[in-house]
């Protein structure tokens, strides 16, 4: 029977640690550009019809300011060189 104090052999990716890291960070950007473009055109069509007669530009507003967002986090993530955003979206 084998000892509890045994360490278990660590099962390392074949990517290098740099690459893995970028690649999580573009999975990041993409879904948050993804989620927030989504709700800012949601509440564009809502804002369109609500309140504008059906016109489009709240619709594109929407998309702008949700596209835009998700553009500032995921440079501020590249910029910071050292770990991935783990506060803008959860797991």
Known sequence: MADSSESRPVVRSSKPVSEALL????????SSMIIRSGLGVGFGVVFSVLLFKRRTWPVWVGLGFGAG????????SFRRGDSPV??????
Do not use: C, G, T
């Open 86 to 91: 783990r506060d803008a979206l959860r797991r």
């Open 23 to 30: 690649n999580e960070k573009w999975d990041r950007a993409v």
């Open 69 to 76: 967002r998700a553009w500032e986090e995921a440079d501020a």
